[in-house]
DNA sequence: TATTTGACCAAGA
DNA sequence: ATCTTGGCCAAAT
C-alpha cells in the first residue's frame, strides 16, 4: 500500500482551480459552491487562492461570485468583471448576477 | 512554528 | 436595507 497520504496531490489552490475551469461559459458559480464540492468549508480559502490566481486568463476566475450572487471582489475590478459575465450572456444588475438560481452552476 | 491575511458567510443591531 | 461581528479554513509571511 502507499504511505499514509491520505492528502491528494493537488494543492488545495490546484483544486479550486481546477474546479473554475470546469464552470461552462454562460454559467457561474459560488465560492460556497466550490468549497462543497471539494468537501471543504473553506469558502475563504477558495477566495483567497483565487485572488493569487497564478493561471490568470487559463482560469475563468470572474465566473466565480459570492453566495448571493453579488460579484465580490476581482483583481481588475468589479466593473470589469462585471463586463466580461455580461458578455458571456450573463445579465448583471447592480453589480449582482440577474437570475441567479438559473445561471447558477451545480458540480 | 506562530501569526496574519482574505475575491466569504450568516446572523445580529 | 446597510453595517458590524464572529466564525471558518487554508495559504502566505
Known sequence: MFK???RSLLSFNEKVWELCKKVPK????????IAAAMKTKAYRAVGNALKR???SPAV???RVVGSDGALVGFARGLKKKAEMLRKEGIKIKKGKIADFEKVLYRF
Open 4 to 6: 499514509k497520504s491520505a
Open 60 to 62: 475563468p476566475c470572474h
Open 26 to 33: 454562460g454559467k457561474v458559480t459560488t465560492y460556497k459552491e
Open 53 to 55: 490566481n497564478p493561471y
